[in-house]
C-alpha cells in the first residue's frame, strides 16, 4: 500500500480528503463542507469517512460532490 494524501476543493464550494497509508482502511475519502471541516451527513460519506474504496469508487464518489450544488441540501441525512 501506498501512501497517498490529497484535498480537492470544488467551484461549488464542497470538496474532498482522500487518504492511503499503513493504518488507514485501505483508500478513504472524507466529505468537506464549505468550511473545510469534515462533513458527515451526505449520501457519499453516508454518515462516516468511507473506506477500502477503489480507485474508480473514489472516480464516482468525486465527481458526486462536484456536481452538488453551493446550498446543496440532504434531507435525508439531517440529524434529527
Given at each position: 500500500?501506498?501512501?497517498?494524501?490529497s484535498k480537492?476543493?470544488?467551484a461549488n464550494g464542497w470538496g474532498?480528503?482522500?487518504i492511503e497509508f499503513a493504518f488507514s482502511?485501505?483508500?478513504e475519502l472524507a466529505v468537506l463542507g464549505q468550511d473545510g471541516e469534515v462533513h458527515y451527513a451526505n449520501p457519499v460519506a453516508q454518515g462516516d469517512t468511507r473506506g477500502?474504496?477503489?480507485?474508480?469508487?473514489?472516480?464516482e464518489l468525486t465527481s458526486?460532490?462536484?456536481?452538488?450544488?453551493e446550498d446543496q441540501v440532504?434531507?435525508?441525512?439531517?440529524e434529527e
Open positions: 500500500m501506498g501512501h497517498r494524501m480537492t476543493y470544488f474532498v480528503s482522500i482502511r485501505g483508500t477500502w474504496l477503489t480507485d474508480e469508487e473514489v472516480r458526486e460532490v462536484a456536481s452538488w450544488s440532504f434531507p435525508d441525512w439531517e
